[in-house]
Structures are given as structure tokens and as C-alpha cells.
């Protein structure tokens, strides 16, 4: 065991420990970004840095080991003003990637991270809802769509992109095997008329219609789309407009 102080208290520790461990075991926290137990610490962030009395330099908690004598200050002004500025830095050049590029590069902003994970699980039923919640038709959808996710999916800096879209047709495939029916809301005692019965128009009755609006969709074709059409569940009156 070795003692350090810590915020002005004098405290126990074993040897060996990061000062962002010692921290840690004493409730004290330390903001850090990439920190990871799993792995070795680089200290990256730069935001866990902390003060320690005697040195120029402030140091990285994740990355710096507690030794015996220290005296250690994890909120001192010095240390909040230097997070700051870590913090204004790192955000300067920000892209954005808090959600993923495939997503931002999907049109209808599906979560194709969510999706493919849930797949990659085994949890086909719930891929295909989340899914659901942005494209109603992901047999259909999953094998006309250009997939513009896969171009900036970043497995390809690995070896090559996921199969986003056709994995979006394999968890709709499946999930016709037991049909999804959602949930509708109550009636509101309102009606839509949709003309067309192709892929958009059908999506826009199944949003309304979970929202609990009567919908009667209007096609010049006898049949609207097979595949779409089994895809969703939904049979809309066929009424010929022609």
C-alpha cells in the first residue's frame, strides 16, 4: 500500500494503481472519452488530466501512476481551464459522428448499426421492426434500394462495407415468416386518400394508419405491387381510378 493525497485528503491505495483508478475507488470522477478498461491507456482525450503538486506539466489520470507522496488535485482552476480547453478542441473539427455515416447517408435515416447488430444476434423479428419505424417495406426496399450507407460504411477501412441493404431484405424476409401486425392508435374519426400503390404510397398508409386515420389507397393498376404489398401487410381498397 502507498499513501498519496487526494483533493486534500490523505488516502490509501495499492501500488500500481492509475491515478484515475484511485480516483475512481473514492467516487471521485474524472471525465474521460476514451478510456476503456479492455485496453491499454493512451490518454488520448487529454480530458482526464489532473494536477499534481511540484509538476509543470498536467498529467493524464488514465495514464499516470499513483506513487507515493503525491499530492494530487483533480479540480484545481488550472485543471478545469485546461478541460476546457481539450474540450473546445476536440470539438472544433467535429464531424458529426455521434451517429453513424451510414445512417446520415441514408435517406430515410435508418439505424443501420441497430439493425445489423440485432441480426447479427439473431433477433430477427426486432431488426425488422426497428427497421419499421423508418421504412415500412424492408423485403421490397432492402433489394431496389441504391444503398447509399454502404459507401460510407466504415468497415470498408477494415476490408470492405457490410451488405447493409441486402441484410434489410434478409431480416424483412424473415420476418414475414411470422407477420408483424403494429399497433394503432385509437380512431381519430379522420380519413386519407392516397393515390398511388407503389412503394411510397403504401409507406405513407401504413404511417397513418398507426396513427389511427382511416386510409383508402387509389391505384390505376388492378394489382398494387406484390411484393410491397406482402411485405407490409396492409390490404388497402383497390378501387380503379382509370
Excluded: W
Excluded at 35 to 40: E, G, I, L, P, S
Excluded at 70 to 94: F, G, Q
Excluded at 153 to 182: E, H, W, Y
Excluded at 215 to 221: E, K, L, N, Q, S
Aim: hydrophobic share 35%.
Amino acid at each position: 500500500m502507498i499513501q498519496v493525497t487526494l483533493n486534500g485528503n490523505h488516502v490509501q491505495t495499492d501500488a500500481g494503481r492509475t491515478i484515475l483508478e484511485l480516483a475512481r475507488s473514492f467516487n471521485i470522477d474524472i471525465p474521460t472519452l476514451c478510456h476503456d478498461v479492455r485496453v491499454r491507456p493512451q490518454g488520448n482525450c487529454g480530458l482526464c488530466i489532473v494536477e499534481i503538486e511540484g509538476q509543470r506539466q498536467l498529467r493524464r489520470a488514465c495514464a499516470t501512476e499513483a506513487l507515493p507522496g503525491m499530492v494530487i488535485y483533480t479540480e484545481s482552476p488550472r485543471v478545469k481551464d485546461a478541460r476546457k480547453t481539450v474540450l473546445e478542441m476536440l470539438l472544433s473539427n467535429h464531424t458529426g459522428d455521434c451517429r453513424a455515416p451510414c445512417m446520415l447517408a441514408c435517406p430515410a435515416q435508418t439505424d443501420c448499426q441497430g439493425y445489423v447488430a440485432l441480426i447479427a444476434n439473431g433477433q430477427y423479428k426486432e431488426a425488422a421492426a426497428l427497421i419499421r419505424e423508418k421504412l415500412p417495406l424492408p423485403s421490397s426496399i432492402g433489394r431496389i434500394c441504391p444503398h447509399p450507407c454502404e459507401k460510407e460504411c466504415r468497415r470498408q477501412l477494415v476490408d470492405s462495407p457490410i451488405s447493409i441493404a441486402t441484410l434489410k431484405s434478409f431480416a424483412g424476409d424473415m420476418a414475414l415468416q411470422n407477420p408483424m401486425v403494429p399497433k394503432i392508435s385509437e380512431n381519430t374519426g379522420k380519413r386519407a386518400a392516397i393515390i398511388g400503390g407503389g412503394p411510397a404510397g403504401l409507406t405513407a398508409a401504413y404511417f397513418l394508419r398507426q396513427k389511427g386515420h382511416e386510409v383508402t389507397i387509389y391505384d390505376a393498376m388492378p394489382k398494387m405491387g406484390d411484393v410491397a404489398l406482402r411485405d407490409t401487410g396492409i390490404s388497402p381498397a383497390k378501387k380503379d381510378i382509370g
